[in-house]
T-cell receptor, first 112, second 110 residues
Framework: DTGVSQDPRHKITKRGQNVTFRCDPI?????LYWYRQTLGQGPEFLTY????????KSRLLSDRFSAERPKGSFSTLEIQRTEQGDSAMYLC??????????FGQGTRLTVV | SQQGEEDPQALSIQEGENATMNCSYK?????LQWYRQNSGRGLVHLIL?????REKHSGRLRVTLDTSKKSSSLLITASRAADTASYFC??????????FGAGTTVTVRA
């Protein structure tokens, strides 16, 4: 298994554009998490899935953010009408039940 | 909002010294985990301690958990330059939501 992979690694977009990130978890992991991290801060929880069910979405997220995990496999995170404040590292992690989480290398988003 | 809060925010020590950082949290947990993040890299899992455990060791790492005080500590013994990183505690709530604190930045001086 190659671990958790995220695509793209870097994304530069103009303000107002939509962006979509992909996360491929470790295949047997039923839980998948999305986080956002800015410089000097810890990972901020965005949302998580158990199989294909989205269990919680952070109240801090606006309606511009949406995530899916069709068929309980890979997941996508979409940000609509991006703003400069959306610039951050977006991290994906997966785990099996209540064990350790494995993180991808992240997608760095820059909104110009 | 973040569940766990690490203390101190930053720590600078000499190579060979021990480093201790603490984590406090607010609600009941299944387990508590510690992660390391080197600059610009992804998070790497270090150790997991379950709510019915009080202490756990892994190599030069020692973690304690006090559920009555809702706190945990991570001790790194005989630190090395390679231990320079940010360290985060993560609380695993009963609904399997994994929440991270703001982290402790550790700098090990040669």
């Amino acid at each position: 298994d190659t671990g958790v992979s995220q695509d793209p690694r870097h994304k530069i977009t103009k303000r107002g554009q939509n962006v979509t990130f992909r996360c491929d978890p470790i295949s047997e992991h039923n839980r998948l998490y999305w986080y956002r991290q800015t410089l000097g801060q810890g990972p901020e929880f965005l949302t998580y899935f158990q199989n294909e069910a989205q269990l919680e979405k952070s109240r801090l997220l606006s309606d511009r953010f949406s995530a899916e995990r069709p068929k309980g496999s890979f997941s996508t995170l979409e940000i609509q009408r991006t703003e400069q404040g959306d610039s951050a590292m977006y991290l994906c992690a997966s785990r099996d039940r209540d064990t350790e989480a494995f993180f991808g290398q992240g997608t760095r988003l820059t909104v110009v | 909002s973040q569940q766990g809060e690490e203390d101190p925010q930053a720590l600078s020590i000499q190579e060979g010294e021990n480093a201790t950082m603490n984590c406090s949290y607010k609600t009941s947990i299944n387990n508590l985990q510690w992660y390391r993040q080197n600059s610009g890299r992804g998070l790497v899992h270090l150790i997991l301690i379950r709510s019915n455990e009080r202490e756990k060791h892994s190599g030069r790492l020692r973690v304690t958990l006090d559920t009555s005080k809702k706190s945990s500590s991570l001790l790194i013994t005989a630190s090395r330059a390679a231990d320079t990183a940010s360290y985060f505690c993560a609380t695993d709530a009963p609904d399997y939501k994994l929440s991270f604190g703001a982290g402790t930045t550790v700098t090990v001086r040669a």
